[in-house]
Nanobody, 124 residues
Framework: QVQLVESGGGSVQAEGSLRLSCAAS????????MGWFRQAPEKEREFVAA????????YYADSVKGRFTISRDNAKNTVYLQMNTLKPEDTAVYYC?????????????????WGQGTQVTVSS
């Protein structure tokens, strides 16, 4: 089992920045792909970004490419999502997720473990 706890959400004005953190405990963190997903009100949950255990292999949704950066610190069992130039349409609950590293996957059904989510609200 892997337990995931997100933090760092909050309210920010458009063009602002936030950094989300996800602390993992349980099985070996470094062996997992870590992903971020989000769910806006009345919308389905969608993929945001993911990072493989090799720190330089990342993947982003087109909607956040160039604005968001995913990173991880395997020594601290933590994955981060730096969000810059935030837009009102980024408002959502953001979830951290983990899957064994057989490659990056954007489908939420491929992820085995999920955090409880953290709210991000961007005002115009």
């Amino acid at each position: 089992q892997v337990q995931l706890v997100e933090s760092g959400g909050g309210s920010v004005q458009a063009e602002g920045s936030l950094r989300l953190s996800c602390a993992a405990s349980g099985r070996t963190f470094s062996g997992y792909v870590m992903g971020w997903f989000r769910q806006a009100p009345e919308k389905e949950r969608e993929f945001v970004a993911a990072i493989r255990r090799n720190l330089d292999i990342t993947y982003y949704a087109d909607s956040v490419k160039g604005r968001f950066t995913i990173s991880r610190d395997n020594a601290k069992n933590t994955v981060y999502l730096q969000m810059n130039t935030l837009k009102p349409e980024d408002t959502a609950v953001y979830y951290c997720a983990a899957k064994q590293d057989h490659g990056i996957n954007t489908a939420e059904g491929e992820y085995d473990y999920w955090g409880q989510g953290t709210q991000v609200t961007v005002s115009s």
